[in-house]
């Protein structure tokens, strides 16, 4: 199993800029992909981004593309998520999320971390 901690949520306003990192620890030689995921309030959970965590394959969601930026140290077993220009309509709980080998889907997740964006 792969263990997920993600880090770098706040509060921060319009036009802000954020990066949040995900560090993966465990059996992560078994790791596929790894996505973002948010939920907001009432909302049903969505993809943000993701990576193939051998590279490439990149995925953003319309609503993010162009300001966000989806990125991975192996070294350091960690995927980042660099948001700028965030607007309210970011404000969410952002989940990380692995895909492991021979998984059809994300099956290792985070606890989350809040992002706010005040306007």
């Known amino acids: 199993q792969v263990h997920l901690v993600e880090s770098g949520g706040g509060v921060v306003q319009a036009g802000d800029s954020l990066r949040l990192s995900c560090a993966a620890s465990?059996?992560?030689?078994?790791?596929?992909?790894m996505g973002w995921f948010r939920q907001a309030p009432g909302k049903e959970r969505e993809i943000v981004s993701s990576i193939r965590w051998g590279g490439g394959d990149l995925y953003y969601a319309e609503s993010v593309r162009g300001r966000f930026t989806i990125s991975r140290d192996i070294a350091k077993n960690t995927v980042y998520l660099s948001m700028n220009r965030l607007k309210p309509e970011d404000t969410a709980v952002y989940y990380c999320?692995?895909?492991?080998?021979?998984?059809?889907?994300?099956?290792?997740w985070g606890q989350g971390t809040q992002v706010t964006v005040s306007s």
């Open positions: 999320a692995v895909q492991n080998i021979g998984a059809s889907n994300y099956d290792s």
């Open positions: 465990g059996r992560t030689v078994r790791m596929y992909a």
